[in-house]
Nanobody
Framework: QVQLAESGGGLVQAGGSLRLSCAVS????????MYWYRQAPGKEREFVAL????????SYADSVKGRFTISRDNAKSTVYLQMNSLKPEDTAIYYC?????WGQGTQVTVSS
């Protein structure tokens, strides 16, 4: 059984930054490609970013490209999402994902 625990969300003004973390336990973390998704109120969950097993390849949604950076530390079984230049439209619950398992999410609210 894999457990994922997101943290680092909060309230920030537009233009600010936050760093999300997702700690993974229960299985060998380095086996997983890791994903971040988000879900805004009234909208479907959408892909944000992914990182490969070794951490040397990443991919981003167009809406966050150039502002967000995904990274991982396999020794700590943790994936991160550094979010800069935040916009009100980034407001959502952010979830990490192993390709199968989901965390409980962390709320990010960006005020204008």
């Amino acid at each position: 059984q894999v457990q994922l625990a997101e943290s680092g969300g909060g309230l920030v003004q537009a233009g600010g930054s936050l760093r999300l973390s997702c700690a993974v336990s229960g299985r060998t973390f380095s086996r997983y490609v890791m994903y971040w998704y988000r879900q805004a109120p009234g909208k479907e969950r959408e892909f944000v970013a992914l990182i490969n097993r070794s951490g040397d390849s990443t991919s981003y949604a167009d809406s966050v490209k150039g502002r967000f950076t995904i990274s991982r530390d396999n020794a700590k079984s943790t994936v991160y999402l550094q979010m800069n230049s935040l916009k009100p439209e980034d407001t959502a619950i952010y979830y990490c994902n192993t390709g199968r398992d989901w965390g409980q999410g962390t709320q990010v609210t960006v005020s204008s």
